[in-house]
């Protein structure tokens, strides 16, 4: 009787283990930057700032050039974990911001490869893409 008690015991432990989240789940996104920009690591209220519109300048005064993609796994994931907004709910937030005088829209593209082009050809630009599509002409920022 008591064995039993202690197996179910174990199975529960180990269910509740294998249930946990790690901390170490892998992004479906990357924020990239220019490759020749100095900055290589960033808090992500200051990523969401500056997606936002709220933060339009880098550290060293110039401005940053920010590319949201239209759609995908990337932008959904970046949208949700960095902006803490639906896809839908950004939309808004920027028709809302142009319609008020308040902010315009940051350009829109439509895949990871207009990004990383985009990005690579702007020393002041920021966007995001699916981490597996990073290469030598961008650089990824470490997100904090």
Request: aromatic content about 8%.
């Amino acid at each position: 009787m008591a064995i039993n008690k202690l197996k179910r015991h174990i199975i529960i432990f180990v269910m509740f283990v294998t249930l946990m989240p790690t901390g170490t789940a892998i992004a479906d996104f990357a924020v990239i930057v220019n490759k020749d920009n100095p900055v290589v690591s960033m808090g992500k209220s200051d990523v969401k700032n500056i997606f936002l519109g709220k933060k339009t300048f880098w550290p060293d005064g110039s401005g940053i050039d920010v590319y949201l993609q239209r759609a995908g796994k990337a932008h959904r994931s970046f949208v949700l974990e960095i902006l803490r907004k639906s896809p839908q709910q950004l939309s808004m937030y920027w028709k809302q911001a142009l319609f008020s005088g308040t902010g315009i829209p940051p350009n829109q593209l439509q895949d990871d490869q207009s990004v990383i082009k985009a990005v690579a050809d702007n020393a002041g630009a920021i966007g995001y893409i699916a981490p597996e599509h990073i290469d030598t002409t961008v650089k990824a920022l470490e997100l904090k």
